[in-house]
């Protein structure tokens, strides 16, 4: 039983790995359109299962794991920035304030009418408004192609107070989550998650406790 990861990101590759199954990736066909008064959940739910949905109906035979991530601030949903004048208007908005972070999770496999989807939410601080500190993360183009314009396991991190939740949900990829789904669905997921989530392999995460 193959697994197929449907994303572009290198990030959800890298945290999929951590769990210790073998996997292929492959790109989605689906295109992520944001739908004006849509509320975020529904939303980020619609792009994960698209995603998985596009892959699956090329490899019916496979397990195919789709996710998405947007913000959610004042009910608003915060998607990629455009250009880094977007991207300076979301950093500033977001400044100073806490937000939730919605990543959807979607599992399918045509063959064996598989088609779930679940929600991990996780609520982020960010710290006061600085100028001179916002300039200089927007100097380095990471906030291009980030929901919020920010990556907490980059230099985005610097940014954040704290987080209250799980912190591969920010990244992207919520791990006990996924391996709950996958689980599920007759997978066997070799690493131990507490151990995983004790010793936080990735980058940034041994910053936020929880």
Same mark, same amino acid.
């Given at each position: 039983?193959? @697994?197929? @990861? /449907?994303?572009?990101?290198?990030?959800?590759? =890298?945290? $999929?790995?951590? $769990?210790?199954?073998?996997?292929?990736?492959?790109?989605?066909?689906?295109?992520?359109?944001?739908?004006?008064?849509?509320?975020?959940?529904?939303?980020?739910?619609?792009?994960?299962?698209?995603?998985?949905?596009?892959?699956?109906?090329?490899? %019916? =035979?496979?397990?195919? $794991?789709?996710?998405?991530?947007?913000?959610? @601030?004042?009910?608003?949903?915060?998607?990629?920035? +455009?250009?880094?004048?977007? +991207?300076? &208007?979301?950093?500033?908005?977001?400044?100073?304030?806490?937000?939730?972070?919605?990543?959807?999770?979607?599992?399918?496999?045509?063959?064996? #009418?598989?088609?779930?989807? &679940?929600?991990? !939410?996780?609520?982020?601080?960010?710290?006061?408004?600085?100028?001179?500190?916002? =300039?200089?993360?927007?100097?380095?183009? =990471?906030?291009?192609?980030? #929901?919020?314009?920010?990556?907490?396991?980059?230099?985005?991190?610097?940014?954040?107070?704290?987080?209250?939740?799980?912190?591969? !949900?920010?990244?992207?990829?919520?791990?006990? @989550?996924?391996?709950?789904? $996958?689980?599920? /669905?007759?997978?066997?997921? %070799?690493?131990?998650?507490?151990?995983?989530?004790? !010793?936080?392999?990735?980058?940034?995460?041994?910053?936020?406790?929880?």
């Amino acid at each position: 039983m193959s @697994l197929i @990861l /449907a994303s572009t990101s290198p990030r959800r590759r =890298e945290l $999929l790995a951590l $769990l210790g199954i073998p996997f292929d990736v492959k790109s989605p066909s689906f295109e992520e359109r944001l739908v004006p008064g849509r509320i975020a959940i529904e939303q980020v739910q619609s792009f994960a299962q698209g995603k998985a949905q596009s892959v699956a109906k090329q490899e %019916p =035979e496979a397990i195919v $794991l789709g996710s998405d991530t947007v913000i959610e @601030l004042d009910h608003d949903v915060l998607g990629k920035p +455009a250009d880094l004048a977007e +991207a300076r &208007a979301m950093l500033r908005r977001l400044a100073g304030r806490d937000h939730h972070v919605r990543t959807a999770v979607a599992l399918v496999c045509s063959a064996r #009418a598989i088609d779930i989807v &679940a929600l991990s !939410t996780a609520v982020v601080r960010m710290k006061p408004f600085d100028e001179r500190v916002h =300039e200089r993360y927007l100097a380095t183009g =990471e906030s291009l192609g980030k #929901a919020g314009a920010y990556s907490i396991q980059g230099e985005g991190g610097d940014l954040v107070d704290s987080i209250d939740g799980d912190f591969p !949900t920010v990244v992207g990829l919520p791990l006990r @989550l996924v391996a709950q789904l $996958l689980m599920q /669905a007759g997978v066997r997921v %070799p690493v131990d998650l507490g151990e995983l989530y004790a !010793t936080k392999p990735y980058a940034n995460w041994a910053r936020f406790p929880g």
